[in-house]
């Protein structure tokens, strides 16, 4: 079993910045990869931004440039630092992890985290 521990949303103004994190513990071999989601009211979640432990990187259109992600091998952690927030940022952030227990590879997600953007 993967737990998986999110933190650094809130409530923000358009143009300023968050840091998430994700903090993953528990009984697996290998991480295989590791990235955000997202949720807005009304839409389906959507991939923001994710690493493999090979380091590829994949963002969606709507972040490149504004937000960067990165993770912590030693901590087992994962980050999403939001610069230039946009209104349209506005969503439920979910970290996603995928890893290798066993023979088998399965797929874990985050409690999320509320991010707000206000105009």
């Known amino acids: 079993q993967v737990q998986l521990v999110e933190s650094g949303g809130g409530l923000v103004q358009a143009g300023g910045s968050l840091k998430l994190s994700c903090a993953a513990s528990g009984s697996f071999f290998s991480i295989i990869a590791m990235g955000w989601y997202r949720q807005a009211p009304g839409k389906q979640r959507e991939l923001v931004a994710a690493?493999?432990?090979?380091?590829?990187?994949r963002y969606a259109d709507s972040v490149k440039g504004r937000f960067t992600i990165s993770r912590d091998n030693a901590k087992m952690t994962v980050y999403l630092q939001m610069n230039s927030l946009k209104p349209e940022d506005t969503a439920v952030y979910y970290c996603n992890v995928g890893v290798v227990v066993g023979v088998g590879e399965y797929e874990y997600w985050g409690q999320g985290t509320q991010v707000t953007v206000s105009s």
């Open positions: 690493m493999t432990s090979g380091g590829s990187l």
